[in-house]
Structure formats: C-alpha cells, structure tokens
C-alpha cells in the first residue's frame, strides 16, 4: 500500500472533483459538500467515458453520457443499482490529499 499525493484541498474545493493519474492508474477524486474527499476510477464502469465530465451535487455523480448515477459517499451505484465504482483509500494530511492507487480496482459494468 502505497499512498501518492494527489492534489491540495486548495486545488479541490468542496464540490469539485478531478481526475489525476496516480502510479499509471486514472483516478478521480471529489471533494464532497460534506467536506469528505473521495477517490473512484476516473472511467465511468459502463463505457470509456470520463466520470470528471459528469456532473456532482451533494455526493450523487452523474455521468454525462447515459446518465447513469453513482453514490460517491460509498460508491456504489444508484440507478443502475447493480453498477460500482473503485473505492481507493484516501488519507488528507494537513492541505494535502493522498490516494492509494493500488487501493482497489476499477469496476466494468455489463449491460
Ligand atoms: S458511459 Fe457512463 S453511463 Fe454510459
């Protein structure tokens, strides 16, 4: 396990996210409203789209493609339910946020 800094919270405000490429993996990481940083896979599980390009409201992301949305609080899918997103561990130490891009695996959904 191996933590790699990704971004300052000064980069990453509350509502934001952006994608960042961690030890050769895409990552994506999201400031939630609720002040809990988050990191998934960069790519949405159903098609090779940028989940960045999505849309983020409170912890709900929505991917701009075929809409399909995803609880970033536990990444798992809303609608479809059976989707699910990499869950990667993050640690935040000071301003500074770290990611553990060896953490998990990014999930492909078949529909
Ligand atoms: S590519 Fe994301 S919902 Fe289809």
């Not at 191996?2 to 000064?10: E, G, I, M």
């Not at 509350?14 to 994506?28: H, I, N, T």
């Not at 939630?32 to 090779?48: F, K, N, R």
Request: proline share 5%; charged share 25%; hydrophobic share 40%.
């Amino acid at each position: 396990m191996a933590f790699v800094r990704a971004c300052s919270l000064d980069d990453l405000w509350a509502g934001e996210m952006e994608s960042y490429e961690l030890d050769g993996k895409d990552v994506l990481v999201a400031h939630l409203d609720s002040g809990e940083v988050v990191a998934t896979q960069a790519i949405c599980p159903h098609q090779q789209i940028e989940l960045v390009e999505g849309t983020l409201e409170k912890a709900t992301l929505t991917c701009r493609a075929h809409l399909w949305t995803f609880d970033l609080a536990t990444c798992t899918g809303l609608n479809p339910a059976h989707s699910a997103l990499a869950r990667y561990p993050v640690k935040v130490d000071g301003d500074d946020v770290y990611v553990d891009p060896d953490g998990d695996s990014p999930k492909i959904a078949h529909s």
